[in-house]
């Protein structure tokens, strides 16, 4: 049984779980010791049978022990894989009691993942945090943590995590950290800057429904802008760009909601204020939708208050 495991363990770890899983199948038979039984779940996570290794890995769980934080973070693994975040937030949670468990980069991303996915965003941004102070390069960790500092209204904090994000290897091809940075950029009054992060979120994604209302609405009231700044140049006049006094007001906002299709807001009163946003930057008027109260905001502040960040 201890040739058996010892082999399996080295094949598996040497990525080559298909030809491991014999073996640890055959260790396990002959004795379900918590570190065979673990070592085999492991090696069923890595090929994708998971349902098979959640059950490995309660039956490692019974008598764990010292290994116990060891056998958790395989299984909150496996719910995350599965989508059973409850589960997953439970068992990493076990798991980030333990000292040697706490430091550990993988296991800091999957429970900061996991609580993502349960709508504790608050509570996912220390892990996240950890994560790219250890690894600065990780780039899915700096696009979910630029998404948190967004929404708790972080623009600069936001746009630096976000643009480090889109310099690594496939964060130029990641639409909604262009999107996500087009909203900082929005935010701190850059609504160029913005233009140009949502036109390529768009390249990338045109699927995206919000990339695609942002940049539908921001593009007019930028061309406005510059169209009124060429005018009074030839008039020897100053008109200095609106400042952006509205701020995004995550939760408590009007067509706002949690984690539909992947995003934070994509309602259809999203992509109502935003076309009036683009109605009041001089594009041509429809009726579409109920009138509504008069609305005293500036075409790039009502743009503002439409759109919401969006999930990586």
């Given at each position: 049984?201890?040739?058996l495991?010892?082999?399996?363990?080295?094949l598996?770890?040497s990525?080559?779980?298909?030809?491991?899983?014999?073996y640890?199948?055959?260790?396990c038979?002959?004795?379900?010791?918590?570190r065979?039984?673990?070592d085999y779940?492991?090696?069923l996570?890595?090929?994708n049978?998971?349902?098979e290794a959640?059950q490995?890995?309660k039956?490692a769980?019974?008598?764990?022990?010292?290994?116990?934080?060891?056998v958790?973070?395989?299984?909150?693994t496996?719910f995350?894989?599965?989508?059973?975040?409850?589960?997953?937030?439970?068992?990493l949670?076990?798991?980030?009691t333990?000292?040697?468990?706490?430091?550990?980069v993988a296991?800091?991303?999957?429970y900061a993942?996991a609580?993502?996915q349960t709508?504790?965003?608050?509570e996912?941004?220390?892990?996240?945090?950890?994560?790219v102070?250890?690894e600065?390069d990780h780039?899915?960790?700096?696009?979910l943590?630029?998404?948190l500092?967004?929404?708790?209204?972080?623009?600069?904090?936001?746009?630096d995590i976000?643009?480090?994000a889109t310099k690594?290897?496939?964060?130029?091809?990641?639409s909604?950290t262009?999107?996500n940075?087009?909203?900082a950029k929005l935010?701190l009054d850059?609504?160029?800057d913005?233009m140009?992060n949502?036109?390529?979120?768009?390249d990338l994604?045109?699927?995206?429904?919000q990339?695609?209302?942002?940049l539908?609405?921001l593009?007019p009231?930028v061309?406005?802008n510059?169209?009124k700044?060429i005018?009074?140049e030839?008039s020897?006049r100053?008109t200095?760009?609106?400042?952006?006094?509205?701020r995004l007001?995550?939760?408590?906002?009007r067509?706002?909601s949690?984690?539909?299709?992947?995003?934070v807001?994509?309602q259809?009163?999203?992509?109502?204020?935003?076309?009036q946003a683009a109605q009041?930057?001089?594009?041509r008027?429809?009726?579409?939708?109920?009138?509504?109260?008069k609305?005293n905001r500036?075409?790039?502040?009502?743009?503002?208050g439409a759109?919401a960040?969006?999930k990586?």
């Amino acid at each position: 049984s201890f040739i058996l495991a010892r082999k399996g363990f080295v094949l598996m770890n040497s990525g080559d779980p298909e030809n491991a899983l014999p073996y640890l199948e055959r260790a396990c038979e002959g004795h379900s010791s918590t570190r065979n039984l673990s070592d085999y779940g492991a090696c069923l996570i890595q090929v994708n049978r998971d349902d098979e290794a959640i059950q490995m890995l309660k039956r490692a769980e019974l008598n764990a022990g010292e290994d116990s934080w060891r056998v958790s973070v395989l299984l909150g693994t496996a719910f995350l894989k599965t989508k059973r975040y409850e589960e997953a937030v439970s068992a990493l949670e076990g798991a980030m009691t333990h000292s040697e468990a706490k430091n550990d980069v993988a296991l800091n991303y999957n429970y900061a993942v996991a609580l993502l996915q349960t709508g504790k965003e608050s509570e996912a941004k220390a892990p996240l945090e950890f994560v790219v102070t250890a690894e600065p390069d990780h780039r899915l960790a700096l696009s979910l943590l630029g998404m948190l500092y967004l929404m708790e209204q972080d623009y600069n904090s936001a746009a630096d995590i976000l643009e480090r994000a889109t310099k690594l290897e496939g964060g130029d091809k990641d639409s909604s950290t262009f999107y996500n940075l087009g909203m900082a950029k929005l935010m701190l009054d850059k609504p160029d800057d913005a233009m140009e992060n949502f036109e390529r979120a768009v390249d990338l994604d045109p699927s995206s429904e919000q990339a695609s209302t942002a940049l539908a609405a921001l593009k007019p009231v930028v061309e406005s802008n510059e169209g009124k700044a060429i005018d009074s140049e030839k008039s020897g006049r100053s008109t200095p760009r609106s400042s952006i006094t509205k701020r995004l007001s995550l939760g408590s906002r009007r067509g706002s909601s949690s984690r539909s299709g992947g995003s934070v807001s994509a309602q259809d009163q999203v992509i109502a204020d935003a076309i009036q946003a683009a109605q009041g930057a001089g594009t041509r008027r429809m009726t579409i939708f109920p009138k509504k109260e008069k609305d005293n905001r500036s075409p790039l502040e009502r743009v503002q208050g439409a759109l919401a960040p969006q999930k990586p």
